[in-house]
């Protein structure tokens, strides 16, 4: 086995944060990749997330969900067995070459989230462990900034919040994780960067200037909403807003334990159904030797759904 490589991994819903965390572990002086997502209008200053990594996501997505994008709500009867198959054909070659043979020492993707069960194996077995940073934001806000760009039902933005920041809990827990807001990072950038300096055991100052001055500014963010905001659109799934209000407790900065994020994800599991997951869509059990057996079918019948049958869309 190769020596161990600790790398940082962003994961975390879409539209909350997670290209201004990566850039603010890019700034500390960690490296992504040279085959980054190019900006867009959307997302102009960057998403720091590397193709052959999105690809593959989108990829694993696909088999899981019939969605590449952000997962779709899948019916009851699924089986894994596709996207384990792409997995063991190309998750250890991608984490040998991103991670193992290259200067690469951090990657960023929200669909992380939700297929991280698919790339344990190759971290593990290549020695890679990652520094889990989960940045998280206001679901209303999240939601009408899905809206607003992918057209997304803001009700099922709503849904689709919960459900990434329900996952991250479970599947990447490992060894624990940081959290971040969103809100704090623009509010106090410096102070983000002393955080995110001793979690990752960085020394020296980076660019942390450069980054509060040129990458941080109000125009990141687009909705700003109170909790009563939050409170009126949650009312026919009160778990979202009892999940963020957990997370908001915990607050900016928290380094919370592997057992203590999948306590959160039990309690707020408004379905008590940990293999199935609140809203189908593919949530995998809680510890990671479970995930194991449902993805190579112990216990399960194999065969008992259809990837690419019909499912809601999102948008």
């Not at 040998?96 to 990657?107: P, Y």
């Not at 379905?271 to 995998?284: C, E, I, N, Q, V």
């Not at 449902?294 to 869309?313: F, H, I, K, M, S």
Request: charge should be negative; aromatic fraction near 8%.
């Amino acid at each position: 086995m190769t020596n161990p490589k600790t790398i940082a991994l962003v994961a975390g819903m879409h539209r909350s944060g997670t290209s201004v965390a990566a850039r603010a572990v890019l700034s500390l002086g960690l490296h992504f990749g040279d085959d980054l997502m190019e900006e867009s209008p959307d997302n102009p200053r960057g998403y720091f997330e590397d193709m052959a990594i999105v690809d593959h996501n989108r990829a694993m997505l696909e088999a899981l969900t019939g969605d590449s994008a952000f997962g779709r709500l899948r019916p009851e009867g699924f089986t894994p067995a596709p996207a384990l198959a792409y997995a063991e054909n190309h998750c250890a070659d991608v984490v040998r070459e991103k991670f193992v043979e290259s200067g690469v020492t951090g990657c960023k993707d929200p669909r992380f989230c939700l297929t991280y069960p698919l790339w344990r194996e190759a971290f593990e077995a290549h020695n890679v462990i990652p520094s889990v940073i989960v940045p998280f934001r206001n679901p209303l806000e999240a939601a009408r900034s899905l809206n607003g760009i992918h057209q997304v039902p803001v009700e099922l933005g709503l849904k689709l919040w919960f459900a990434h920041n329900h996952a991250v809990l479970r599947n990447l827990a490992d060894r624990g994780m940081l959290l971040l807001s969103f809100e704090s990072i623009l509010a106090d950038p410096l102070g983000t960067l002393d955080v995110l300096r001793g979690f990752l055991g960085l020394d020296g100052d980076g660019s942390g200037e450069e980054f509060a001055a040129q990458f941080l500014s109000r125009d990141l963010k687009h909705y700003t909403l109170s909790p009563d905001d939050l409170k009126d659109a949650c009312a026919d799934c009160p778990e979202v807003a009892e999940l963020y209000r957990t997370l908001t407790d915990y607050g900016h900065g928290t380094v919370i334990s592997s057992s203590d994020a999948r306590a959160i994800a039990e309690r707020t599991d408004p379905g008590g159904r940990a293999d199935a997951g609140p809203f189908g869509l593919g949530l995998l059990p809680y510890a990671p030797e479970a995930q194991k057996n449902v993805l190579n079918g112990v216990g399960t019948e194999e065969g008992n759904g259809d990837p690419g049958g019909a499912r809601e869309q999102t948008g």
